[in-house]
């Protein structure tokens, strides 16, 4: 069974900075990729980075230089360090993982930034 618990997200001013998680099962962690994803009001979901399970990583343009996307094994856990936000940057974001070809979500966690 896939499991993704996040936690981090929140209200922050424009300039500041969040850090996301994203804990996962044990074999899931181990073995697949995994990355986030945001999701704006009225737009539609896009990848903001994502890592292997041996650790490359990718990033949307946007977030490049501002975002890093890491990975602690021991706690089976996925990190997105959020720098330099901005308001065009709120959205709910979404741990995710592939397994065999399909995507699974997190339940979300909601980032606001302010200008």
């Known amino acids: 069974q896939v499991q993704l618990v996040e936690s981090g997200g929140g209200l922050v001013q424009a300039g500041g900075s969040l850090r996301l998680s994203c804990a996962a099962s044990?074999?899931?962690?181990?073995?697949?990729?995994m990355g986030w994803y945001r999701q704006a009001p009225g737009k539609q979901r896009e990848l903001v980075a994502g890592?292997?399970?041996?650790?490359?990583?990718t990033y949307a343009d946007l977030v490049k230089g501002r975002f890093t996307i890491s990975r602690d094994n021991a706690k089976n856990t996925i990190y997105l360090q959020m720098n330099n936000l901005k308001p065009e940057d709120t959205a709910v974001y979404y741990c995710?993982?592939?397994?065999?070809?399909?995507?699974?979500w997190g339940q979300g966690t909601q980032v606001t930034v302010s200008s």
């Open positions: 890592i292997t399970s041996g650790g490359t990583t």
């Open positions: 995710t993982v592939l397994v065999r070809a399909i995507i699974h």
């Open positions: 044990g074999s899931i962690f181990n073995t697949n990729p």
